[in-house]
């Protein structure tokens, strides 16, 4: 069955750094376009960062443009999300998304793989 799974989530004090781990299983994750999604408590999944099957960088939100990293390691079969200079409005659990169709992915649309997520918390 294939599946993504995301671990290294935890609590950080704002400025720090977590990178988070997206492990696939039952897929060849490099045969998809990868992404970082999130939704925080009372608020709508929002889009993070989207990487291509060659691993050309697709997009980042405006949000966290500059502070986070997304990357895949196709002999891991994982991708990852560095995240940096976090700050309190970063608190949320941070989701991984496959999709074979990039549209698709950009959109959250019905036809990828979704993980459970992982709790990312910043403290002040």
């Known amino acids: 069955q294939a599946q993504v799974v995301e671990s290294g989530g935890g609590l950080v004090q704002a400025g720090g750094s977590l990178r988070l781990s997206c492990a696939a299983s039952g897929m060849p994750l490099s045969n998809y376009n990868v992404g970082w999604f999130r939704q925080a408590p009372g608020k709508e999944r929002e889009f993070v960062a989207a990487?291509?099957?060659?691993?050309?960088?697709?997009k980042y939100a405006d949000s966290v443009k500059g502070r986070f990293a997304i990357s895949r390691d196709n002999g891991k079969n994982a991708a990852f999300l560095q995240m940096n200079s976090l700050r309190v409005e970063d608190t949320a659990v941070y989701f991984c998304a496959a999709y074979e169709d990039l549209l698709r992915l950009l959109r959250a649309l019905e036809g990828g793989s979704w993980g459970q997520g992982t709790q990312v918390t910043v403290s002040s």
């Open positions: 990487l291509g099957r060659s691993g050309t960088v697709i």
